[in-house]
């Protein structure tokens, strides 16, 4: 069952029940500390973040599930805005577990003193524009109300967890739990029979290590899904010295390419090599692992179906080199989308999993689950007995976290409302009607395609200085125009059609929780041209944007 955490703290006292603040930040992940630290220690404002759990972290406070771990590289999965946090921290690996990742954003926040203007164990229920003060009033659950300048949400794009209404859920007698909601006490699998629906980024990783530890593990795929090794690795100090010295250089080479990897997506086409020289290509890229599969193959994987399709088949040669029983190799091998369509994940040891003999793996799209019964999961054709049952089922991505707030802008207007054909933003930065709201990593920003600390980080210093400049020049509040933001949904979907992107139900698209409007939601335009646009509309005293003193 999803854990949340305990009430740990006070309520707050008389005094604090209302306040007015210069800026309220929700959140206290990877942005919001970032965020805080921007705005308080930098620009010198009054800011507070307002946080749910009971610990700083966010995604990685929340996903705790076995094998959660990130998917690019440490060192530049990580804050680049302190020279000294860079030269004092050192990863373990090139790719660490999720207990790193939360002590590095608990260490940010000690080393930066942040601890002193967050407040957890508090959700942020409403926010409300009050046009005659042009002011936002925030309440939350403990009861309180903040008056503020400005509200920034960093709620993350992957939060609002999806879990899906399978008819008698709640009678299960074992437990469930959903990857993004993890109980912080761990889960101990041992002698259990374990069913695990979903095989995306969260299923890959906790199959391997769930498999390992529990009695027999039955594996519910609606989709397969490709998955290339990470070939994860300690990073030796003689590595650590060279990144140490070469930072600088690591971090603007992120902010410049495609997708925030220090690395170049090469742009010649998968047909400019031969055939021979493909496979070796491709086989040097699957024997380094990770994402430089996709980025630095072949720049045309994701705008040509031919292309695509030589990544797609050498992936499926793979999964029938390494999974034992052709039959479960076939039921392994994606065929109904193109590769990096849906967000590819990296694994360790998850096809090799399914030739222990405590595994098995059941195809749901040939015979969907039925119900969940008091014992297990019934399918049109079979039950299973389970004890345990963890869904790795997604989440309601990039919109379902801000949606959760009850967020109304001018004249009362919802954004649930406004967004109820799917999200609008100018930029992914901000939404027409709601001034002096930011979106940090929104809809209709590249967010998700980016390496995220990256995005996060150009998001948070482009609205600090826009709200710097706004003080330096008196206006009181900021929003787009609405024709600006009409052009940028436009634009974004117009990208979006030139790739593969549209072949496939993804969350990308909302295609993953039934009902959401589906809207192609990230910019797929990449970072350079991102940056640009947002850089150039900076510059030009903030076009597109409605200013007033
Ligand atoms: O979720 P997903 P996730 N019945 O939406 C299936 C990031 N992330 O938590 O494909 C049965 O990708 C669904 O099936 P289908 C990363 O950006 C990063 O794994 O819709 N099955 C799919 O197989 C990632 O992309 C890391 O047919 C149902 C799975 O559940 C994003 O988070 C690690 C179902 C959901 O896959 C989300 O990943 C983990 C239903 N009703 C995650 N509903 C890093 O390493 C859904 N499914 C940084």
Known sequence: MPNRPNRAGPHPAADEASRSLDVV??????????????????????????ETGDGVGGTWYWNRYPGARCDSESFYYSYSFSEEL?????????????????AYLNHVADRFDLRRDIQLCTKVLSAAYDESAARWEVTTDRGERIS???????????????????PGRDDFRGDWYHTGAWPKQGVDFSGKRVGLIGTGSSGIQATPVIAAQ???????QRTPNYTVPTRNARLRPEEWAKIKRDYRAIRQKTRETQAGFPYDVLERSAFDVSDEQRREIYEQLWAEGGFKFLWGSFGDLLRDKRANHT???????KIREIV?????????????????????????????????????????KRSPIVEITPQGIRTEDATYELDTIVFATGFDAMTGSLLKID????????LAEKWAAGPRTYLGLQVAGFPNLFTITGPG???????????????VDWISDCIEQMRVKGFRTIQPQLDAEDAWVEHVNEVAKQTLFYEAKSWYLGANVPGKPQVFMPYVGGQPLYRQKCEAVATAGYAGFELRA
């Open 25 to 50: 930040i929700i959140g206290a992940g990877f942005a919001g500390l970032y965020a805080l630290y921007r705005f308080r220690d930098v620009l010198g404002l009054d800011a507070r973040v307002y």
């Open 86 to 102: 860079e030269q004092e921290w050192e990863w373990s690996s090139k790719y660490p577990e999720q207990p790193e990742i939360l």
């Open 148 to 166: 503020a300048t400005y509200v920034v949400t960093a709620v993350g794009c992957l939060s609002a967890a999806n879990v899906p209404e399978i």
């Open 214 to 220: 529990a009695e027999h593990l039955t594996v519910f």
């Open 311 to 317: 990544a797609a088949e050498f992936i499926r040669s």
């Open 324 to 364: 034992k029983d052709p039959g479960t190799a076939e039921k392994l091998c994606p065929t109904d989308h193109p590769y990096g369509s849906k967000r590819p994940p990296i694994d360790t040891d998850y096809y090799v999993t399914f030739n222990r003999p405590n595994v098995s793996l059941v195809d749901i």
């Open 407 to 414: 967020l109304r802008g001018v004249g009362g207007l919802r």
């Open 445 to 459: 920003s590249p967010s998700v395609l980016l390496n995220m600390p990256v995005a996060i980080e150009q998001h």
